[in-house]
């Protein structure tokens, strides 16, 4: 399995940005796809996922009400909308799928994406 994650940037804060994840094969729907993000200096952190098959969605609570996430199954992509981005939201996003239960922890997701840089400047 492989992921593909893309659409990160340099944007102002209040802005907003859509990343995208394309995965390598078809999730069964006992899968989660989710994103976590990483700044310099600080412990890899949950942001978003989503079950592939029931399209049930979790939230870390720094973006619950400001990210929002999707999926779009016919392509195999899973999609990060960022609103009312702030500067503290700059970090490298991480893309990444889990094989059974959702966990928040990192070490718990199977595999991951190369991630894309967001930078939000103030």
């Known amino acids: 399995v492989q992921l593909q994650a893309s659409g990160g940037g340099l944007v102002q804060a209040g802005d907003s940005l859509r990343l995208s994840c394309e995965v390598s094969?078809?999730?069964?729907?006992?899968?989660?796809l989710g994103w976590f993000r990483q700044a310099p200096g600080k412990e890899r952190e949950f942001v978003a996922a989503?079950?592939?098959?029931?399209?049930?969605?979790y939230f870390g609570d720094s973006v619950k009400g400001r990210f929002d996430i999707s999926k779009e199954s016919a392509k195999n992509m899973v999609w990060l909308q960022m609103n009312s981005l702030k500067p503290e939201d700059s970090a490298v996003y991480y893309c990444?799928?889990?094989?059974?239960?959702?966990?928040?922890?990192?070490?718990?997701?199977?595999?991951w994406g190369q991630g894309t840089q967001v930078t939000v400047s103030s």
């Open positions: 989503i079950r592939w098959g029931t399209g049930l969605t």
């Open positions: 990444a799928l889990q094989l059974r239960s959702l966990s928040r922890r990192p070490t718990d997701w199977e595999y």
């Open positions: 094969v078809r999730p069964y729907s006992s899968h989660i």
